[in-house]
């Protein structure tokens, strides 16, 4: 199976829990599954921000990107977030090779809104790196760093990402691994499965925010793409990335409109 795995830079936050995911992960590739990950970072890149005084502005879940942030997202995101990833797979005994989507067009991004500055939507990812790496047993690493023909350098929002690497890799199934149980509804309880019409009414009604709107707005368009399985889940759970690549439900599995969940 092709596998796209996305992981929230909570989960990348502290050595134990890259170590675990890391260890988790490579087993799939073990075992034979051809796998991808892409990782984001926004709390890290909070961090470095506030140390230089820069302060984060969100609209919509999606961080405004002066230059500033664009070369925070170099330093933070494609250096100190990807590389110890990578360590943490070297350990793991897997392949790993460090990317962005800079890389042979792994992903394609225009500007979404000029207010946002370097914010990239992408337009589109070539999948021949990636698949070229995971069918001889690399593991591709990928930073969420969008290009275009031109040579920008596009804020690509890691999830919004994980959707374009899973459409140009065709990924079977895409793995959100987030610092929450899923999707929390109104009542207060993780849903155990979505609609893109229950997401919609989430966001209206303000229940689903930031990070949380942006990944479930990502994950509508992956069904769309033709993902055959999206899952939002708690990274923190040990054990999880097996239980999802054996198909067992955790988190809130995202379907299509009158798809059997
Ligand atoms: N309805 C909701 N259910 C669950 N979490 C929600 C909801 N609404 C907002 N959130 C917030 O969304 C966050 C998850 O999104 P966030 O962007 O922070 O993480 P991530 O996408 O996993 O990581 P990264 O952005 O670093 O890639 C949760 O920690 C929570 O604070
Ligand atoms: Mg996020």
Known sequence: MKILVKLGGTLLDTPDSRARLAGEIAALAAAG????????????MTRFLA??????????????TSPEVVDALLKVLGGTVNHELV???????????GLSGLD?????????????????????????????????????VVACIGGDANG????????????????????????????????RIADGSTAAALTPGAIAGLIAAGVATGGMQAKLEAATRALESGVGRVIVAPGQLPGLVGRLAAGERVGTLITAEGAHA
Not at 38 to 44: E, R, S, T
């Open 33 to 44: 599954h051809q796998v991808v990950v892409v990782h984001g970072g926004g709390k890290q």
């Open 152 to 183: 920008a350098i596009y804020n690509v929002n890691a999830d919004q990402m994980a959707v374009a690497c899973a459409g140009g890799f065709g990924a079977d199934a895409l793995f959100f691994l987030t610092d929450v149980d899923g999707v």
């Open 87 to 97: 360590a943490a797979f070297v350990q793991a005994g897997a392949r790993p090779v």
């Open 104 to 140: 042979a067009g792994t992903a394609v991004a225009e500007q979404l809104n000029p207010e946002l500055g370097a914010v990239g939507r992408p337009t589109g990812s070539d999948g021949r790196l990636m698949s070229l790496l995971a069918a001889n047993g690399y593991l591709p």
């Open 51 to 64: 140390e230089r005084k820069v302060e984060s502005r969100f609209v919509n879940g999606l961080r405004v």
